[in-house]
């Protein structure tokens, strides 16, 4: 059956993008048939250094298992993203900062971050930081955030930029597993009218991780923060003693760019490491085909540079294209909720590019706050972070996009560095919730349990057959268990932990995690994280996590906790959980609903079987399926009678 919402390319898509529907087949092949000779190319969009001469060694396979591009070539990427685009576009404006307050923006020339981000290098070599060392980066969304990470890469220190929304034990565990000396953040963000503690933040983490010996503290609300001698510095006093030109330190293509961290199915949250060459050859290239990307136009993503979406198409994609990257300090909804609309106005924003939660959130709103703006200088519009439902593709399409612009529904993960999967908008016609194509060389498999590909239309588990630039090349610190992370379950593919279809066109719809890893507002939050830190608290006996649809998050938190013998459950009590979850990783794990359960259903070996968990948070209690392999089948009935909420 076809699945029957389908929006042809608009006829002027067709005309003025880079790539229509014959020239995206002629090169997507081209790519799959010679990868050395496509990427070789691709690789020229940079400024190289040192020319490399070798394009691609990677094998998937556990004997000779590598991932490597570009190796013997070298580069430095704050060069590419300012140095060299300062001939033609020294005054072009390379990032406009929109503030929290709708009063407050301003815009820095490439000339300007040029010296900014000699300057912020400067500050960190004089605080004894050098190539290879690790910089942990947490900040509110100013540019100071952008130039922190262009210092890294200028000096070759490998950043780890840590969400402003995580706690301090969060921080701390973020910083001791990269042993990073330098902390750099901010004396407080403002955020939606309201102050985040961030260099507060950083002090308590550090009660933890005590091998910072420097944290340099940008100002941004001018509040008096604590400061320790000797370790703490003030960012401004410190630039103003520096000069505002550094040279850029040639980096190989296989040097560490930086780490992300991101939750995964097991234990810690896992460092990503991305190299160098690659990962900059395929943000640029993904920025300019995916979006379509001209000369001038004003590239708007509204992530936080704290996940990998605010890395590359915030960061690291647009600065390589020279384009003009929009920074957003605050909040859909704040102070109205028209607000992402009159910033495209006041901006003249092209593209715009914002997770389904938003649009979900804002769709509730109905309308009238988005048709009070024009945007009018909007072109194309996209999507990122989990599936997206079609009504509310329908909805961003026709009501923020007026049905004139694409959306472009792209998939990926921390670790394919940039999108993998999503239409281009003069090539692929669209169907609303699908993410549609693979990118150039790109190749998707379906699989099932047992690793066997289904052709066709299917449903399986989405695997990637062979590497591309952008691949993330080991967990810092950890290579086996990267190894046995993504491409154990399957031998020889990278296995992406997605659900996934395809239909008779071959278009994918990814259908969330096959694994114990929630999204939730298109985060990522593995559940056994939230429940390590529910059974922190001293009255929790066990607790099990999953996820449930919620209409806004995509998904919803629900945990079962089992009480030690003698406390006695109360809404009180579920408040104090609440708060611990929200205290130990941060407010975007908060769970939604918990139940008590006074057992879990587990099988005679003591595994949970959350499979039934999932089924009763969802609501879908006919259908439990087999319980009888369970060592006490009768806790199911009781947590189905005293099913919690939603
Ligand atoms: C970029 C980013 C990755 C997970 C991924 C998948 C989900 C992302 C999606 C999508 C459906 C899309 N996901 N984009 N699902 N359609 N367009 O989000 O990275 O935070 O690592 O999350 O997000 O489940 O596996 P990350």
Redesign the pocket.
Known sequence: MSDPVVIPVPPEWAARAYVDDVKYKAMHASALADPEAFWGVQGQRLDWIKPYTKVKDTSFNEADFHIRWYEDGALNVSANCIDRHLETRGDSVAIIWEGDDPNNSSQITYRELHAEVCRFANVLKKRGVGKGDRVTIYMPMIPEAAYAMLACTRIGAIHSVVFGGFSPESLANRIKDCDSKTVITADEGVRGGKIIPLKANVDAALEHASGVTSVIVVTRTGAGVSMQDGRDVVYEDEAATVSAECAPEPMSAEDPLFILY?SGSTGKPKGVLHTTGGYLVYAAMTHQYIFDYKDGEIFWCTADVG???GHTYIVYGPLANGATTLMFEGVPNYPTVSRFWEVIDKHKVNTFYTAPTAIRALMRDGEEPVKRTSRASLRLIG??????NPEAWLWYYRTVGDSRCPVV??????ETGASLIGNLPGATAMKPGS?TRPFFGIKPALVDDKGEFLDGAASGNLVLLDSWPGQMRTVYGDHKRFFETYFRTYPGMYF???GCRRDEDGYYW?T??VDDVL?VS?H?IGTAEIESALVADTKVAEAAVVGYPHDIKGQGIYCYVTLKAGVTPSDDLKRELIQTVRREIGPTASPDIIQWAPGLPKTRSGKIMRRILRKIAENDVSNLGDTSTLADPSVVDDLVANRAGA
């Open positions: 991101t996940w990998v979406t999507t990122v972070g989990e599936p997206i529904d792209t998939w990926w993960q921390t993410a992406t932990g997605d990814i969330g995690r999204n298109g990522r």
